[in-house]
């Protein structure tokens, strides 16, 4: 299997408050993790790659002060929104490779509303 | 932006064979072909990939043309749960998703 999950589900936040999302890899050690966002009727855009054990490497645009991403082991990335505004509210999705491999998994995603 | 081409939609009854057009005429030569599929408010799922031969699993066949820069995707007895935008995907590192094909399965 290849099965990967995020914490929370959906959450809904203060502007100007900070919000963390976790992206596991249930069955499956990933060395690489991946962050996505998608708007309302568009699709996923990448935000960031991570490594286990290495610094992520952000896409054109994606402010990495912002978008803090941790990926402390082969099961785990953190997504931390930092200071989050009402134009942060997005639909964010991790996926995750098995070692070795270049196919992704993703997760179920989270819901995020920042009011 | 994407470097594959998708038609915007599709309609298809059910139980019957969905197949699902893409073009991707700048796909290198090392690079796969990856199909995902996103139902409503979910995380993108991982259907199938291809390099050049023709592939099959439990969820859908892939038809890969001999110069590679076109394929489709087929799934052969079409559910209501099918219905979902499909992405087809030029495969690496990075995945960029274009708008896909939104397939409608109808009773």
């Known amino acids: 299997g290849a099965v990967v999950s995020q914490h929370p589900s959906w959450v809904i936040c203060k502007s100007g408050t900070s919000v963390k999302i976790e992206c596991r890899s249930l069955d499956f050690q990933a060395t690489t993790m991946f962050w996505y966002r998608q708007f309302p009727k568009q699709s996923l855009m990448l935000m960031a790659t991570s490594n286990e054990g290495s610094k992520a490497t952000y896409e054109q645009g994606v402010e990495k002060d912002k978008f803090l991403i941790n990926h402390a082991s082969l099961t785990l990335s953190t997504l931390t929104v930092t200071s989050a505004h009402p134009e942060d509210s997005s639909f964010y999705i991790c996926?995750?490779?098995?070692?070795?491999?270049?196919?992704?998994?993703f997760g179920p995603g989270t819901r995020l509303l920042v009011l | 932006d994407a470097k594959t081409t998708q038609p915007p939609s599709m309609d298809c009854a059910e139980g019957r064979a969905a197949n699902l057009p893409c073009n991707h005429s700048?796909?290198?030569?090392?690079?796969?072909v990856y199909w995902y599929r996103q139902i409503h408010s979910q995380g993108p799922q991982y259907i199938i990939h291809?390099?050049?031969n023709n592939e099959t699993n439990e969820m859908a066949s892939l038809i890969i043309t001999e110069d590679r820069k076109s394929s489709t995707l087929i799934l052969p007895h079409a559910t209501l749960r099918d219905t979902a935008v499909y992405y087809c995907?030029?495969?690496?590192?990075?995945?960029?998703f274009g708008a896909g094909t939104i397939l409608r399965v109808k009773s």
């Open positions: 995907i030029e495969g690496g590192n990075k995945l960029v």
């Open positions: 996926s995750a490779t098995k070692t070795g491999q270049e196919t992704q998994y």
């Open positions: 291809g390099l050049k």
């Open positions: 700048t796909i290198s030569g090392n690079e796969y």
